[in-house]
Protein backbone atom coordinates (compact mmCIF):
# COMPACT_ATOMS: atom_id res chain seq x y z
CA UNK A 1 0.00 0.00 0.00
CA UNK A 2 0.82 3.81 -0.58
CA UNK A 3 0.16 6.29 1.33
CA UNK A 4 0.21 10.07 0.82
CA UNK A 5 2.52 12.25 3.08
CA UNK A 6 2.09 13.32 6.62
CA UNK A 7 2.78 17.53 5.64
CA UNK A 8 -0.64 18.65 5.05
CA UNK A 9 -4.13 17.07 4.93
CA UNK A 10 -4.76 14.63 1.81
CA UNK A 11 -6.89 15.77 -1.35
CA UNK A 12 -9.23 12.49 -0.78
CA UNK A 13 -8.45 9.19 -0.28
CA UNK A 14 -7.90 7.40 -3.27
CA UNK A 15 -8.02 3.18 -3.93
CA UNK A 16 -6.19 1.91 -7.10
CA UNK A 17 -7.68 -1.74 -8.25
CA UNK A 18 -5.50 -3.28 -10.90
CA UNK A 19 -4.13 -6.91 -10.86
CA UNK A 20 -0.79 -5.09 -13.63
CA UNK A 21 0.83 -4.58 -10.13
CA UNK A 22 3.57 -2.26 -11.64
CA UNK A 23 1.03 0.22 -13.53
CA UNK A 24 -0.83 0.35 -10.03
CA UNK A 25 1.79 1.12 -8.08
CA UNK A 26 2.97 4.12 -10.42
CA UNK A 27 -0.39 5.16 -10.64
CA UNK A 28 -0.52 5.58 -6.73
CA UNK A 29 2.77 7.06 -6.62
CA UNK A 30 1.70 9.99 -9.48
CA UNK A 31 -1.61 9.82 -7.04
CA UNK A 32 0.48 10.41 -3.85
CA UNK A 33 2.51 13.29 -5.25
CA UNK A 34 -0.70 15.01 -5.88
CA UNK A 35 -1.60 14.82 -2.73
CA UNK A 36 -3.66 12.11 -2.12
CA UNK A 37 -3.78 9.54 0.21
CA UNK A 38 -3.55 6.40 -1.69
CA UNK A 39 -4.38 2.66 -1.04
CA UNK A 40 -3.65 -0.40 -3.80
CA UNK A 41 -5.14 -3.98 -4.26
CA UNK A 42 -4.58 -6.15 -7.02
CA UNK A 43 -7.69 -8.64 -6.89
CA UNK A 44 -11.41 -8.31 -6.67
CA UNK A 45 -11.84 -9.53 -3.52
CA UNK A 46 -8.72 -7.33 -1.99
CA UNK A 47 -10.35 -4.22 -3.43
CA UNK A 48 -14.07 -4.91 -1.59
CA UNK A 49 -11.85 -5.40 1.59
CA UNK A 50 -10.22 -2.15 1.09
CA UNK A 51 -12.86 -0.41 0.16
CA UNK A 52 -14.48 -1.35 3.61
CA UNK A 53 -11.49 -0.59 5.64
CA UNK A 54 -10.76 2.10 4.02
CA UNK A 55 -14.19 3.97 2.90
CA UNK A 56 -12.20 5.68 -0.41
CA UNK A 57 -13.62 8.93 -1.80
CA UNK A 58 -12.61 7.47 -5.24
CA UNK A 59 -11.89 3.92 -6.70
CA UNK A 60 -9.95 3.73 -10.15
CA UNK A 61 -11.22 0.26 -11.01
CA UNK A 62 -9.81 -1.90 -13.69
CA UNK A 63 -12.45 -4.73 -14.95
CA UNK A 64 -9.85 -7.31 -15.73
CA UNK A 65 -9.28 -8.62 -11.96
CA UNK A 66 -8.39 -12.14 -10.63
CA UNK A 67 -11.05 -13.34 -7.92
CA UNK A 68 -13.77 -11.16 -9.30
CA UNK A 69 -14.05 -8.82 -12.11
CA UNK A 70 -14.22 -4.77 -12.09
CA UNK A 71 -18.44 -4.93 -13.03
CA UNK A 72 -19.11 -7.63 -9.67
CA UNK A 73 -16.45 -5.31 -7.68
CA UNK A 74 -18.30 -2.01 -8.50
CA UNK A 75 -21.97 -3.90 -8.11
CA UNK A 76 -21.00 -5.49 -4.68
CA UNK A 77 -19.35 -2.18 -3.77
CA UNK A 78 -22.61 0.02 -4.58
CA UNK A 79 -24.17 -1.47 -2.01
CA UNK A 80 -22.05 -0.42 0.80
CA UNK A 81 -20.11 3.05 -0.40
CA UNK A 82 -21.03 6.21 -2.21
CA UNK A 83 -17.89 6.76 -3.23
CA UNK A 84 -16.86 7.80 -7.15
CA UNK A 85 -15.63 4.95 -9.40
CA UNK A 86 -13.34 5.46 -12.54
CA UNK A 87 -13.54 2.88 -14.44
CA UNK A 88 -10.69 2.07 -16.47
CA UNK A 89 -12.06 0.07 -19.97
CA UNK A 90 -10.15 -1.21 -23.08
CA UNK A 91 -10.10 1.71 -26.05
CA UNK A 92 -13.20 1.45 -27.83
CA UNK A 93 -15.01 -1.50 -26.36
CA UNK A 94 -18.24 0.14 -25.73
CA UNK A 95 -19.97 -3.09 -23.89
CA UNK A 96 -17.46 -2.20 -20.93
CA UNK A 97 -17.94 1.46 -20.49
CA UNK A 98 -22.01 0.75 -20.74
CA UNK A 99 -21.19 -2.54 -18.59
CA UNK A 100 -19.78 -0.71 -16.19
CA UNK A 101 -21.95 2.75 -16.16
CA UNK A 102 -24.83 0.23 -15.76
CA UNK A 103 -23.54 -1.04 -12.31
CA UNK A 104 -23.08 2.43 -10.96
CA UNK A 105 -19.64 3.43 -12.30
CA UNK A 106 -19.38 7.13 -12.51
CA UNK A 107 -17.06 7.78 -15.52
CA UNK A 108 -14.28 5.84 -17.17
CA UNK A 109 -11.01 6.70 -18.74
CA UNK A 110 -9.71 3.93 -21.21
CA UNK A 111 -6.65 2.26 -21.25
CA UNK A 112 -4.01 2.79 -22.96
CA UNK A 113 -3.92 6.27 -20.91
CA UNK A 114 -2.13 9.01 -19.29
CA UNK A 115 -1.18 8.77 -16.01
CA UNK A 116 -1.44 12.55 -15.72
CA UNK A 117 -5.01 12.12 -17.42
CA UNK A 118 -5.75 9.94 -14.67
CA UNK A 119 -4.85 11.79 -11.81
CA UNK A 120 -6.90 14.94 -13.52
CA UNK A 121 -9.68 12.50 -13.51
CA UNK A 122 -9.50 11.70 -10.17
CA UNK A 123 -9.10 15.56 -9.25
CA UNK A 124 -11.76 16.55 -11.41
CA UNK A 125 -14.54 14.31 -9.63
CA UNK A 126 -13.55 15.26 -6.33
CA UNK A 127 -13.95 18.99 -7.36
CA UNK A 128 -17.64 18.21 -7.24
CA UNK A 129 -18.91 19.71 -4.08
CA UNK A 130 -22.43 19.77 -3.95
CA UNK A 131 -22.06 23.47 -2.53
CA UNK A 132 -21.28 24.41 -6.14
CA UNK A 133 -24.85 23.32 -7.71
CA UNK A 134 -26.73 23.75 -4.79
CA UNK A 135 -28.27 26.81 -3.55
CA UNK A 136 -28.96 27.81 -0.12
CA UNK A 137 -32.13 26.41 0.44
CA UNK A 138 -32.61 23.04 2.28
CA UNK A 139 -35.30 21.39 -0.13
CA UNK A 140 -36.79 21.09 -3.82
CA UNK A 141 -40.06 20.02 -3.94
CA UNK A 142 -41.08 18.58 -7.57
CA UNK A 143 -44.24 16.90 -6.78
CA UNK A 144 -44.00 14.44 -4.21
CA UNK A 145 -40.20 14.36 -4.99
CA UNK A 146 -38.57 15.68 -1.92
CA UNK A 147 -34.71 16.65 -3.12
CA UNK A 148 -33.05 17.60 0.10
CA UNK A 149 -29.61 19.43 -0.17
CA UNK A 150 -28.67 19.44 3.27
CA UNK A 151 -28.53 15.83 4.01
CA UNK A 152 -27.97 14.99 -0.01
CA UNK A 153 -31.01 12.68 -0.27
CA UNK A 154 -34.37 12.25 -2.51
CA UNK A 155 -37.42 10.96 -1.32
CA UNK A 156 -40.77 10.38 -3.54
CA UNK A 157 -43.49 10.22 -1.76
CA UNK A 158 -41.96 10.13 1.61
CA UNK A 159 -40.03 6.64 0.70
CA UNK A 160 -36.34 7.34 0.59
CA UNK A 161 -34.78 6.59 -2.79
CA UNK A 162 -30.93 4.98 -3.04
CA UNK A 163 -29.06 7.36 -5.16
CA UNK A 164 -25.34 7.61 -6.01
CA UNK A 165 -23.75 11.09 -6.02
CA UNK A 166 -23.75 11.37 -9.71
CA UNK A 167 -27.35 10.63 -9.80
CA UNK A 168 -27.90 13.09 -7.39
CA UNK A 169 -26.23 15.68 -8.36
CA UNK A 170 -27.88 15.44 -11.80
CA UNK A 171 -30.75 15.45 -9.79
CA UNK A 172 -29.55 19.07 -8.35
CA UNK A 173 -28.56 19.99 -11.69
CA UNK A 174 -32.04 19.29 -13.06
CA UNK A 175 -33.88 20.76 -10.68
CA UNK A 176 -32.13 24.51 -10.01
CA UNK A 177 -33.43 25.15 -13.31
CA UNK A 178 -36.89 23.34 -13.43
CA UNK A 179 -38.50 23.41 -16.97
CA UNK A 180 -35.55 24.72 -18.77
CA UNK A 181 -33.95 22.55 -21.10
CA UNK A 182 -29.95 21.08 -20.08
CA UNK A 183 -27.79 19.71 -22.79
CA UNK A 184 -25.76 16.47 -22.30
CA UNK A 185 -22.99 18.64 -22.64
CA UNK A 186 -24.47 21.22 -19.80
CA UNK A 187 -25.10 18.72 -17.42
CA UNK A 188 -21.42 17.45 -17.89
CA UNK A 189 -19.82 21.13 -17.59
CA UNK A 190 -22.04 21.05 -13.87
CA UNK A 191 -21.71 17.55 -12.54
CA UNK A 192 -18.91 15.87 -14.06
CA UNK A 193 -16.07 19.15 -15.45
CA UNK A 194 -15.98 21.30 -17.49
CA UNK A 195 -12.57 19.76 -18.72
CA UNK A 196 -14.61 16.32 -19.21
CA UNK A 197 -13.62 14.62 -22.29
CA UNK A 198 -15.98 11.72 -23.46
CA UNK A 199 -18.94 9.83 -25.13
CA UNK A 200 -21.50 12.32 -23.67
CA UNK A 201 -24.06 9.38 -23.44
CA UNK A 202 -23.10 9.01 -20.16
CA UNK A 203 -25.34 11.28 -19.24
CA UNK A 204 -27.99 9.26 -20.69
CA UNK A 205 -27.12 6.26 -18.87
CA UNK A 206 -26.90 8.03 -15.64
CA UNK A 207 -30.00 9.66 -16.38
CA UNK A 208 -31.71 6.10 -16.83
CA UNK A 209 -30.39 5.19 -13.41
CA UNK A 210 -32.04 7.73 -11.86
CA UNK A 211 -35.19 7.23 -14.16
CA UNK A 212 -35.68 3.88 -12.62
CA UNK A 213 -35.05 5.04 -9.43
CA UNK A 214 -37.41 7.40 -9.21
CA UNK A 215 -40.11 4.87 -10.28
CA UNK A 216 -42.01 3.72 -13.29
CA UNK A 217 -43.64 7.37 -13.81
CA UNK A 218 -40.49 9.19 -13.93
CA UNK A 219 -41.15 11.02 -16.45
CA UNK A 220 -43.15 13.29 -14.47
CA UNK A 221 -40.14 14.30 -12.88
CA UNK A 222 -37.49 14.42 -15.77
CA UNK A 223 -38.49 15.33 -19.14
CA UNK A 224 -36.47 14.37 -22.44
CA UNK A 225 -36.53 17.27 -24.94
CA UNK A 226 -35.63 15.64 -28.35
CA UNK A 227 -32.56 17.08 -30.02
CA UNK A 228 -31.63 19.06 -26.95
CA UNK A 229 -30.81 16.82 -23.59
CA UNK A 230 -33.13 16.50 -20.36
CA UNK A 231 -35.23 18.69 -18.04
CA UNK A 232 -37.28 18.81 -14.42
CA UNK A 233 -40.77 18.88 -14.81
CA UNK A 234 -43.95 18.85 -12.39
CA UNK A 235 -46.71 16.89 -13.64
Known sequence: MTSGTDSAAPAGRVLVVDDEKPLAQMVATYLTRAGFDVAAAYTGPDALQAARAREPDVVVL???LPGLDGIEVCRRLRAFSECYVLMLTARG???DKLAGLEVGA?????KPFSVRELVARVQAVLRRPRTTIAPPEPERVVGDLVI???THEARVAQAPVALTRTEFDLLVALSARPHQPLSRRQLIDTVWDPAWVGDERIVDVHIGHLRRKLGEDASRYID???GVGYRMVAR
Open 62 to 64: DLG
Open 93 to 95: DEE
Open 106 to 110: DDYIT
Open 148 to 150: DLA
Open 224 to 226: TVR
